[in-house]
């Protein structure tokens, strides 16, 4: 039995919301910036949506601090559903959620704070977590990475200070395989799951496209990291379905219609009452639509 | 009297007595050894929560306290040798020096990262470079470097309780053993609040010949040069600001005005350095008030090497000083 079947169906139809409103803000990103709306760039996380919606779940929204990167959209969205601060930031208007000042990858608000430099937040994170232990707080820290991510040495120094001093922190890697244009299998020697084991992170590998699984793992390990003050990884296997950033995708049809099979919310969808599903699918696509015509100003 | 050392523990102390949210981290920073230099001497007995030694990450424990400035702690970081702070250099360009502006303004980073530069100790190449130029000019960060008469404990003290954004805070180090007291005519400034710029002057009617516009480690030169060219009855201001970024310009065009001649002088190489900036800063108020163009002074554009005398002739010193003065009157 799947962990997915034992959820309560309207607990899983939330999830499905919830990733489901990702995609069509991230679809909608994409189709402002092929039309030119939007500029610079924006890296989305379709086929990740999962790991944002199943990780996230597991906090306690108002205390507990998430750091994220460059892919963060879909972390933001989970974290406070705000899609009308994040499309008015990604727009530039003054009224995003950072003044249109960090856009796409530099996105703040509450507790949740993302940054375009791979691997610069996990000792940023460190340190929150040490915040929160010194303030005796009981407030978990996770910190987004993907694979590409994992070959930064500023990892390995948050790994080791982490483990050293005992801190309440998630690392949760999100391994979709691409780094860029590079496979990770190109840019890595040795084992991705294993290797924060050696500085005392036990780490704990589980398919990432199944939502109800990420979470139930996630909720399991952060309540491991609140009581016992001591640092976890979470490595979610999953794919990047869409490019990099913008056109940039020179991957074989192939293989992601391999994965297109695989994908998170497709598979959900099955599990759930289809008419519920249509008219949740289609609520989301109007209220998305309406944000974007109201900040579109037409 | 108390050392430029002393001023900096008692910095430090009366930072972490005063304000619980201040943490001290860095290399060998506890007790009984206390610092590489001995800045923290002391101060893990007295505070042995606050004051924290970290593994050999640069770039990770400045991360670190990043993050702890973030939520609400004040963190005081030691990067044992200046030369190490390219290893930081990323949490420092694109975490810390970013996060309050780039998130516009809904978060501050109150974090100070201390650390000794400058040469002189025959440490070679990497152990004794004056790096503070690679951060002048980065938006969103101040870098202070007190001399020896800066009451360097009270600027350290307002860096850490009062400044809300982060400080790159450089300790010359053949300042540590230095008293703080000097008999020479002082003028204080405070232009920019909390960083107050010092005027030393060798003679007490009358204008200066020339003035010597310098920071940190210089002070060790230019103050027994001053009593020199007093006997030579030559009269010289030397100013030294102790923001070097922001600069404190009207100070300076105040002290550029009383005089045709000025100099400035620097322990980092030349070469898009802080004299260059602030030669152009300057020409743009004094160019027709000038007697001569400004001389500049710095560190040849070499490695730095480690025999003493090959280490002499790099770097500046009262010699050359007192030369590229002598040069300038003629």
């Not at chain 1, 929150?128 to 407030?139: P, T, V, Y």
Request: charged content about 20%.
């Amino acid at each position: 039995m799947l962990s997915s079947e034992r959820l309560d169906q309207d607990i899983l139809h939330q999830f499905f919301r919830k990733m489901f409103h990702i995609r069509v803000v991230e679809e909608t990103l994409l189709d402002l910036f092929a039309h030119g709306v939007i500029g610079g760039t924006v890296h989305t996380c379709l086929g990740q949506e999962a790991v944002a919606v199943g990780v996230i779940s597991a906090l306690n929204v108002e205390t507990d601090i998430i750091c994220s990167n460059h892919r963060g959209h879909g972390h933001f969205l989970a974290y406070c559903g705000d899609t009308r601060s994040l499309l008015a930031e990604i727009l530039g208007h003054p009224t995003g959620v950072c003044g249109g000042i960090g856009g796409s990858q530099h996105l703040q608000k509450k507790n949740f704070y993302s940054n375009g430099i791979l691997g610069g937040m996990s000792p940023v994170a460190t340190g929150m977590a040490f915040a929160e232990k010194l303030k005796g707080s009981g407030a978990v820290v996770v910190q987004f990475m993907g694979d590409g991510a994992m070959a930064e040495g500023a990892v390995y120094e948050a790994l080791n200070i982490a483990a050293l001093w005992n801190l309440p922190i998630m690392f949760a890697v999100e391994h979709n395989q691409y780094a860029q244009s590079t496979h990770w299998s190109t840019q890595h020697s040795g084992s991705l799951e294993q290797r924060s084991e050696a500085f005392g992170v036990p780490s704990f590998a589980i398919d990432g496209n199944d939502v109800a699984g990420v979470n139930e793992t996630a909720q399991r390990l952060i309540n491991e990291i609140r009581t016992q003050s001591a640092p976890r990884l979470l490595f979610m296997h999953t794919y990047r379905l869409g490019p990099h950033s913008k056109g940039d995708d020179l991957r074989d049809q192939e293989e992601l219609d391999h994965h297109l099979q695989r994908e998170p919310i497709s598979r959900l969808r099955e599990k759930l009452d289809q008419s519920l599903v249509a008219e949740t699918e289609q609520l989301v696509r109007q209220q998305v639509s309406t944000l974007v015509s109201d900040l579109r100003g037409n | 009297m108390a050392s430029y050392l002393a001023g900096i523990q008692a910095g430090l102390e009366n930072a972490l007595t005063i304000n619980e949210k201040v943490v001290v981290l860095g290399e060998d920073i506890v007790d009984p050894y206390g610092g590489a230099f001995k800045a923290t001497k002391g101060l893990s007995t007295k505070f042995p929560e606050r004051v924290i030694s970290t593994p050999i990450c640069e770039g990770g424990f400045t991360g670190v306290a990043v993050g702890m400035a973030l939520r609400g702690f004040r963190p005081v970081v030691e990067i044992m040798f200046g030369d190490f702070l390219t290893l930081c250099t990323d949490q420092i360009v694109n975490h810390m020096a970013k996060f309050p502006g780039m998130f516009n303004g809904q978060v501050d980073v109150p974090l100070v990262i201390r650390t000794p530069m400058g040469g002189g100790r025959g440490y070679g190449a990497t152990h004794s470079q004056s790096l503070e130029k690679m951060f002048l000019g980065l938006p969103g960060i101040r870098v202070v470097a007190p001399c020896h008469i800066h009451s360097v404990g009270d600027i350290l003290q307002h860096a850490i309780l009062t400044d809300n954004d982060p400080v790159l805070f450089i300790e010359n180090k053949l300042l540590y053993p230095l008293d703080q007291h000097t008999h020479i005519l002082i003028e204080q400034t405070d232009e920019i609040p909390g960083y107050p710029t010092v005027a030393l002057k060798n003679f007490s009617s009358g204008k200066p010949d020339v003035t010597v516009i310098a920071y940190g480690g210089m002070s060790r030169e230019l103050v027994p040069l001053l009593d020199k060219l007093q006997i030579d009855e030559l009269n010289v201001t030397a100013v030294f600001p102790s923001s070097l970024w922001p600069v404190p310009f009207e100070t300076l065009v105040h002290y550029g005005t009383q005089c045709e001649r000025l100099v400035i002088c620097e322990e980092g190489s030349t070469g898009f350095n802080w004299g260059s900036e602030l030669a152009v800063l300057l020409y743009d108020k004094l160019s027709n008030k000038l007697a001569a163009p400004i001389v500049r002074l710095a560190a040849a554009s070499q490695v730095i090497p480690a025999a003493r005398r090959l280490e002499t002739e790099a770097l500046v010193n009262a010699e050359k000083i007192e030369n590229a003065i002598w040069e300038l009157m003629s």
